[in-house]
């Protein structure tokens, strides 16, 4: 429980950061302003065409009597809902963090000089890391997809589907968005998506802790926008605890070093 409390605390700390630097908050609003009203428009469509989409998906109910009838579609049509807004919360952070790429990453070294020490470099071309960034986004995106199509599917389960889906749906999305967020930290250390996914995992608690009260929050697109300039300076600082702060110039790391989770850590090649 106290892992749950210290992820929150980067949450909070990350909106702290970017409050004492308010410049940094306003260059940090603009790519999740753009992909709001893209992401707002399509929302707006489904929630409209749930309905249309349910019916024709479950012809077989057309001659049930009510409240039979009622209570099935309008049970599907709140969980598409639901699946549209887990699909949205992942991809609304991949789609901004994407475009934003250079704010993101300028806002995120900020952070780190702020904190001390050195800040680490990639060494890549502009166009080599966003290359990376959005091949990771794409499989972090499939893993969400089939997450997704199996909780769909359970969601059918009497009780169980309107219960205990939609928090493990919700734990599910919170720890992808945690991994997309600490993905642009992690990635200036070099560390592959395979190596990240094995680091959160070594703090699944803590990285629950940041991810699903965030993934909470970005339920209200508008409140989204708002706290992705503090979600990646959290976000950061969360990657700092995990992987370590980088190392002074022409120094490798200490004989037997460690990182937080208790494993050493593990140097990985970009690409």
């Known amino acids: 429980m106290s892992d749950l409390g210290a992820g929150f605390g980067y949450l909070v700390k990350g909106q702290r950061w970017v409050a004492r630097h308010g410049r940094w908050f306003g260059f940090g609003l603009l790519p999740g302003l753009v992909t709001l009203v893209v992401y707002a428009g399509a929302l707006v469509g489904l929630g409209y065409g749930a309905d249309d989409l349910v019916g024709w998906a ?3 109910a057309d001659d049930w009597s ?3 009838q009622g209570m099935l579609r309008t049970g599907l049509t709140a969980l598409v809902f639901v699946f549209g807004l887990f699909l949205a919360v992942i991809t609304f952070t991949a789609v901004t963090l994407l475009v934003g790429q250079p704010f993101y990453e300028s806002l995120s070294e ?8 050195d800040v680490p470099e990639s060494g890549l071309p502009f166009w080599r890391e966003l290359w990376i960034s959005a091949r990771d986004s794409v499989r972090i995106l499939l893993r969400v997809a089939l ?8 969601g059918f389960i009497p009780v169980v589907g309107q219960t205990a889906v939609p928090a493990i749906g919700f734990c599910v999305s919170g720890y992808f968005l945690a991994e997309e967020l600490t993905a642009v930290a992690l990635q200036r250390r070099g560390m592959v998506l395979k190596d990240r996914l094995a680091l959160l995992r070594s ?3 803590l990285v629950l ?5 965030l993934t909470l929050a970005f339920l209200i697109p508008v409140v989204a926008v708002f706290l992705m300039p503090g979600a990646v300076a959290g976000a950061t600082l969360l990657a700092r605890d995990l992987a370590g702060p980088a190392p002074a110039p022409d120094k490798g790391p200490a004989p037997g070093a460690a990182d937080s989770g208790g494993a050493p850590a593990r140097p990985a090649q970009a690409g």
């Open 209 to 213: 802790g940041f991810g699903v009260p």
């Open 66 to 68: 009510s409240p039979w």
């Open 58 to 60: 479950t012809p077989f």
């Open 147 to 154: 997450y997704g199509i199996i909780l769909f599917a359970c």
């Open 203 to 205: 703090r699944r608690t």
């Open 110 to 117: 900020e952070v780190e000089r702020s904190e001390g020490g």
